[in-house]
């Protein structure tokens, strides 16, 4: 439901042209990036927990989390194995 709910209320994820997508992801270390304007969802898909660099800087909110253990700096996230999280940048 927050999930539904962030993506009517943000302006971001509105919009359902694919132009404004962008996709990074590193095969070997198991995680992904999909970032739309502000907005960037972040996956690690490893066993372990891990540092996921996130694109560009000024990251500053967490809007959504798959758990708590989540650490969000400047240009990073490091999430649980399996973890998920929606961040927005300033």
């Keep these: 439901r927050d999930l539904l ?7 971001a994820l509105t919009d359902g042209a694919m ?11 198991h995680w992904f990036t999909m970032t739309r304007g502000p907005i960037t969802l972040a996956c690690n898909l ?3 927990e ?4 996130l694109p560009g800087s000024g990251w500053r909110e967490v809007m959504l ?12 996230v490091t999430l649980p194995p399996d973890g998920v999280a929606v961040l927005r940048r300033r």
């Design 19 to 29: 132009r404004d997508v962008r996709c990074d992801w590193d095969d070997s270390a």
């Design 46 to 48: 490893a066993d372990d």
């Design 65 to 76: 989390a798959s758990q708590v253990d989540i650490t969000l700096d400047d240009a990073s």
């Design 5 to 11: 709910r962030l993506r009517r209320t943000e302006p």
């Design 50 to 53: 891990q540092r996921v660099t």
